[in-house]
């Protein structure tokens, strides 16, 4: 049974930096590509990036460039959202999920952790 367990979230100041990670367990996912996003009050759920798990490429929504970064540690199976310069519009619960390399569709989901951005 696959899971995505993230933590990390929390309580920071505009300007702070946060790192979230993602625990994934249940099947081998060296040709899966794990992406995180967010979804703030009221908004529809938005993607932040992802990662492909077997050759480390990223890529990145416009408006994290620069700011936010993916990476993936193997042995440890993990998956982190280092978030830097946060600002209060990055408020937001986030997820992490997984595709196959061959869809676009994410087929599993975690339980979301959530980032707080004061002013």
């Known amino acids: 049974q696959v899971q995505l367990v993230e933590s990390g979230g929390g309580l920071v100041q505009a300007g702070g930096s946060l790192r979230l990670s993602c625990a994934a367990s249940?099947?081998?996912?060296?040709?899966?590509?794990l992406g995180w996003f967010c979804q703030a009050p009221g908004k529809e759920r938005e993607f932040v990036g992802h990662?492909?798990?077997?050759?480390?490429?990223?890529y990145y929504a416009d408006s994290v460039k620069g700011r936010f970064t993916i990476s993936r540690d193997t042995p440890k199976n993990t998956v982190y959202l280092q978030m830097n310069s946060l600002k209060p519009e990055d408020t937001a619960v986030y997820y992490c999920?997984?595709?196959?390399?061959?869809?676009?569709?994410?087929?599993?989901w975690g339980q979301g952790t959530q980032v707080t951005v004061s002013s």
């Open positions: 990662i492909s798990w077997s050759g480390g490429s990223t």
């Open positions: 249940g099947r081998t996912f060296s040709h899966y590509v």
């Open positions: 999920a997984a595709r196959h390399l061959v869809t676009t569709e994410y087929t599993y």
